[in-house]
């Protein structure tokens, strides 16, 4: 088994060595920018972790149910394929590495790189992700072919539909991931002998057979799929009246089968067409007219006025009552506005009334005192009562 297949290979040993920076600063340049291209663009991958984990439930939220078609097992080969990019965890061995490197803003005369092994590794790594994201976009484009035809069958519509969307998502920028990890590849390749080898043949004689294009060493087929071209309009048989089902399913010349479907399709509008010539004339204008219902014009209602209480102020019969019900209007305006009497009034107003008559309450006789209080009363919140009073003569 090469070692890009190799699941459980155990990286080197993380060692270092010192090197002189005179003529070889660009160099150590170009290799921590790389490095640091590398890291970055892997940590950004949160929106294709996303869609990977919908795969995950969706393989296992719908096993049940369609366990035995040929789509949804693509599907879950497509989410092993996904376990294994996640178990690679290329980010860890990104960051050993970017953190073994030197400051590039200031290199010293002497700096401290890590030895060979270690950038092999990684380009191991490299080459093993380019297999897996290859055979995750393949998988991916079989799946859609599968799920397109039920689409335009109407088999199971809504969840083929989102399967198709999801499965469109992680083929689009799984392209997009092998042609950043084939660019990485060939910028880390040639800075490889820059690096000292510790001498520890990791991890045997012959492990650094590395190829030296890694666009080139996965062959044709990474062309047709990864690599776009100024052609692909012909490759795809992009012609006038293609629709979705033949880009995904990439039918030959005859067309056969979708020939068929748009046929079936073509059948349907017929017969539809036929029925509603065959209606009566009358029937047919009461079905095209359209119904726009009753008009309905809405009557807006002026909001009832709240009428005021006034059952407390005809059970006032001294000038101790008086007093007590100024005290406690002063405390429903505090804590509870509408509730109060005078809810309408403002602060200044109020304020002004009961000082008046607080300092009414020893001029007047308790009769005359509780009718004025009354009339005061009423004048200032502006309304009449509602209920028969008592009219108490000066």
């Known amino acids: 088994m090469e070692l890009w297949n190799k699941r459980d290979l ?6 270092t060595f010192k090197c002189k920076t005179k003529h070889c600063k660009e160099d150590i340049r170009a290799l921590c920018t790389a490095l640091s291209t590398a890291l970055r663009y892997f940590e950004s991958l949160q929106s294709f972790e996303k869609a990977a984990a919908y795969v995950s439930r969706f393989s296992i939220r719908w096993n049940n149910r369609f366990y035995n078609m040929h789509g949804f097992r693509l599907l879950k080969r497509l989410n092993q394929a996904l376990l294994r990019f996640r178990s690679v965890d290329i980010v860890r061995v990104l960051t050993d590495l970017v953190s073994m490197m030197p400051d590039v803003n200031y290199l010293e005369k002497t700096v401290d790189l890590p030895t060979r092994a270690s950038l092999d590794f990684l380009l191991i790594r490299l080459q093993g992700l380019a297999k897996l994201f290859f055979r995750i976009v ?3 484009k079989d799946a859609a072919k599968y799920y397109i035809r039920f689409i335009s ?19 689009y920028k799984s392209r997009d991931i092998c042609q950043q990890i084939g660019k990485f590849y060939n910028q880390l390749f040639p800075l490889r002998m820059l690096l000292a080898d510790d001498g520890n043949e990791w991890p045997s004689k012959g492990a650094a057979a590395l190829p030296d294009n890694l666009v080139a060493w996965m062959g044709d087929d990474w062309t047709e799929e990864i690599v776009i071209r100024e052609d692909q309009s012909t490759v795809l048989n992009l012609r006038p009246g293609t629709d979705l089902f033949l880009l995904l399913t990439g039918e030959e010349e005859d067309l056969s089968s979708s020939r068929k479907i748009d046929a079936r399709i073509d059948s349907k509008v017929s017969a539809t067409k036929d029925s509603a010539t ?17 008009v309905v014009v809405r009557q807006t209602k002026k909001p009832k006025e709240k009428q005021i209480d006034w059952r407390p102020v005809e059970r006032l019969k001294s000038k101790f009552d008086v007093k007590k019900f100024l005290e406690e209007e002063k405390q429903k305006r505090k804590q509870d506005l509408p509730r109060a009497l005078t809810s ?8 002004a009334f009961a000082s008046s008559m607080m300092r009414e309450s020893g001029k007047m006789s308790t009769g005359d005192y509780v009718r004025v209080f009354t009339e005061e009363l009423e004048a200032l919140v502006g309304k009449k009562k509602t209920s028969s009073k008592k009219q108490i003569k000066r």
Not at 153 to 170: H, R
């Open 10 to 15: 155990a990286p080197p040993v993380l060692i």
């Open 344 to 351: 309408k009034v403002n602060s200044a107003a109020f304020n």
């Open 138 to 140: 393949v998988l991916s």
């Open 278 to 294: 065959s209606l009566p004339r009358t029937i047919l204008m009461q079905n095209i007219k359209s119904d726009i219902g009753e």
């Open 153 to 171: 069958a109407c088999y199971f519509f809504n969840l083929s539909s989102m399967f198709l969307c999801l499965l469109a998502e992680i083929w």
